[in-house]
């Protein structure tokens, strides 16, 4: 195929891998170049495969520490300790804070300008075994799903956006499958960011979301981190509200178009 390295020079100034792939008819899965609308240069993988492709990765929320709950590593909850006086924990979803790197997206937290700058359609989301190697990511994956009903224009054109209207943040539903929601609260008011292609339509949410805002009251701290409480029934025994060993390893990739 063909060497998405041989075309970086036209890819720098592209926004996102939609517009790589739509103005320089790139078509190979990759890392690329994109420049954000304020100059800001950055480097990330592009899925050209899914559905004609044109998929930017923008994030990945890795738990490093199931058993630390909202310690070093959960930014994409809170790194400060369960609490209330932080309920939108480190804020991630609605700030501009950057970290990690494509490359390390499933050995640790990624996010880079384009969860913020890109005005995009739809969202994908492929679940990827940690520690796996870029070019295995899609053959390895546990699960991969997007949405196709340009659901983000009508949010703002991104997550950050819709996380700006729809905060992350304590205090302000089992489920059925086939769809991707956004901002859910359990019934203690603990508010979680994603929920991996589910609608919940329960009150212990904090099972299978990911993310959220500093505090989850119930079970004194236990139930806060960015894979929340994967783990309340023991650690990866899918049993009761726990959740399989192979979710609670793998790293959660989300992609804008
Ligand atoms: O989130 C589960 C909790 O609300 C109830 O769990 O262990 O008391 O049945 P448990
Ligand atoms: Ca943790
Ligand atoms: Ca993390
Ligand atoms: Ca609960």
Redesign the pocket.
Known sequence: GENPHGKIDKATYSQSCKDIRDKHGITADGLYYLTSSAGVTYQTFCDMTTDSGGWTLVASVHENNMFGKCTVGDRWSSQQGDSSHVPEGDGAWTNKVTFGSAEAATDDDFKNPGYYDITAEDVSVWHVPNKSPMNLWSTASLLRYHTARKFLPLNGGNLYNLFKRYPVRYGAAEFQPGFITFQVF??EQAVMAICSGVKPTGC?T??FCVGGGGHFP??NGK?CGDFT?FD??GYGTHN??SASKEMTEAAMLIFYR
Request: charged share 30%; no cysteine; glycine share 8%.
């Open positions: 359990n019934t212990n904090e099972h119930e079970g139930q409480s309340w029934d009761r509200w």
